[in-house]
């Protein structure tokens, strides 16, 4: 097979040659049709994490099943499939259920095993699904890791119709799939960004309001606010929050520090939520609302020799919701 492969981490990626994998008795192995980028794809190439090596990078998958291991039951050669990246061991589903990304095993496909940059994939059977009929490729690949890392966001963040979220530094896959989500859900969403050509796009995607990430105060009083930029934002979410708010975290792209004003958060009653993917109940979840017709945010889409052309722009942050590869069917 080809994919794009990193040979050494930290280290670059180079368009190489592989054996066909084959899969395991309960591996399913994908000839992919479209993936898509995630800030995965970079953080791997400067050794955060150092995934097993050659690797082929790539946590977001849509494709058709081309071979079934032994013990595969649930899924048949030919069958239009898209993966979860959220992988737990059958034990820890078993033992933590909606909480199984709270399990020691737990991994995230494409950053801790190879992923979807490649003419094939392998995953455990029990990360297949078939994919939305009703749906592009390209939305298939786009979906999986921000969408369900949004909707585990907002899930435990128990966002309630008429409240108001607050989703800092829009853009970005995960904030992106948390504007579509929360709208859904019945919600007022309120969005920032410092690019006013994102602000005015995050309106056409559905945003009550939004607001230039730079100004010093940001006039608004929020439920619930989706924090993923970290020490550069961090303050002014925090004074965003309406008394008796949440505040749920899944990243910092702008590091890993923050300071808490311990008096505000006390007396304000907040509640700061740390939140990573997403369980396979909330997969499921997910599947039924893209089923009927969740929005999904795609930025652009590039010919799979062009990785390096949507690696740039997603280092950049140019995007504007999920870059997508579409790959060359035999």
Same mark, same amino acid.
Not at 204 to 228: C, F, L
Not at 264 to 287: A, N, P, V
């Given at each position: 097979?080809?994919?794009?492969?990193?040979?050494?981490?930290?280290?670059?990626?180079?368009?190489?040659?592989?054996?066909? /994998?084959?899969?395991?008795?309960?591996?399913?192995?994908?000839?992919?049709?479209?993936?898509?980028?995630n800030h995965m794809d970079l953080w791997v190439t400067r050794g955060m994490p150092k995934p097993p090596l050659p690797?082929?990078?790539?946590?977001?998958?849509?494709?058709?099943?081309?071979?079934?291991?032994?013990?595969?039951?649930?899924?048949?050669?030919?069958?239009?499939?898209?993966?979860?990246?959220?992988?737990?061991?059958?034990?820890?589903?078993?033992?933590?259920?909606?909480?199984? /990304?709270?399990? /020691?095993?737990?991994?995230?496909?494409?950053?801790?095993?190879?992923?979807?940059?490649?003419?094939?994939?392998?995953?455990?059977?029990?990360?297949?699904?078939?994919?939305?009929?009703?749906?592009?490729?390209?939305?298939?690949?786009?979906?999986?890791?921000?969408?369900?890392? *949004?909707?585990?966001?907002?899930?435990?963040?128990?966002?309630?119709?008429?409240?108001?979220?607050?989703?800092?530094?829009?853009?970005?896959?995960?904030?992106?799939? *948390?504007?579509?989500?929360?709208?859904?859900?019945?919600?007022?969403?309120?969005?920032?960004?410092?690019?006013?050509?994102?602000?005015?796009?995050?309106?056409?995607?559905?945003?009550?309001?939004?607001?230039?990430?730079?100004?010093?105060?940001?006039?608004?009083?929020?439920?619930?606010?989706?924090?993923?930029?970290?020490? *550069?934002?961090?303050?002014?979410?925090?004074?965003?929050?309406?008394?008796?708010?949440?505040?749920?975290?899944?990243?910092?792209?702008?590091? /890993?520090?923050?300071?808490?004003?311990?008096?505000?958060?006390?007396?304000?009653?907040?509640?700061?939520?740390?939140?990573?993917?997403?369980?396979?109940?909330?997969?499921?979840?997910?599947?039924?609302?893209?089923?009927?017709?969740?929005?999904?945010?795609?930025?652009?889409?590039?010919?799979?020799?062009?990785?390096?052309?949507?690696?740039?722009?997603?280092?950049?942050?140019?995007?504007?919701?999920?870059?997508?590869?579409?790959?060359?069917?035999?």
């Amino acid at each position: 097979m080809e994919a794009w492969i990193l040979n050494e981490s930290p280290g670059s990626y180079v368009w190489g040659s592989l054996p066909d /994998p084959t899969p395991a008795p309960d591996e399913v192995r994908i000839r992919v049709v479209t993936s898509a980028l995630n800030h995965m794809d970079l953080w791997v190439t400067r050794g955060m994490p150092k995934p097993p090596l050659p690797h082929v990078p790539g946590c977001d998958t849509a494709g058709i099943v081309d071979a079934v291991g032994s013990a595969v039951t649930t899924l048949s050669v030919g069958d239009e499939v898209v993966v979860n990246p959220g992988v737990s061991p059958v034990d820890e589903i078993i033992k933590y259920g909606n909480n199984s /990304p709270m399990g /020691p095993g737990f991994m995230i496909w494409g950053e801790h095993c190879k992923g979807g940059h490649g003419t094939y994939a392998i995953a455990p059977a029990r990360n297949v699904r078939l994919r939305p009929q009703s749906r592009s490729w390209e939305d298939c690949a786009a979906f999986p890791l921000a969408y369900l890392t *949004a909707l585990r966001m907002l899930n435990r963040a128990r966002l309630r119709a008429g409240e108001t979220a607050l989703i800092v530094g829009v853009g970005s896959g995960v904030s992106s799939a *948390a504007l579509s989500i929360a709208k859904w859900m019945g919600a007022t969403v309120i969005a920032t960004s410092r690019d006013e050509a994102k602000r005015v796009q995050a309106k056409v995607m559905g945003a009550d309001a939004v607001i230039d990430t730079s100004a010093d105060r940001w006039d608004v009083e929020a439920d619930v606010v989706i924090e993923s930029v970290g020490p *550069a934002t961090w303050d002014k979410s925090m004074r965003s929050l309406a008394p008796g708010g949440r505040m749920v975290v899944c990243g910092g792209t702008s590091g /890993p520090k923050v300071e808490i004003n311990l008096p505000r958060l006390f007396f304000k009653q907040y509640e700061i939520i740390g939140s990573t993917m997403g369980s396979y109940e909330e997969f499921d979840q997910l599947l039924a609302l893209v089923e009927q017709g969740l929005p999904i945010a795609v930025d652009s889409v590039h010919p799979l020799s062009e990785y390096e052309t949507a690696l740039a722009r997603l280092e950049k942050g140019e995007q504007l919701g999920k870059i997508v590869l579409r790959h060359e069917v035999m």
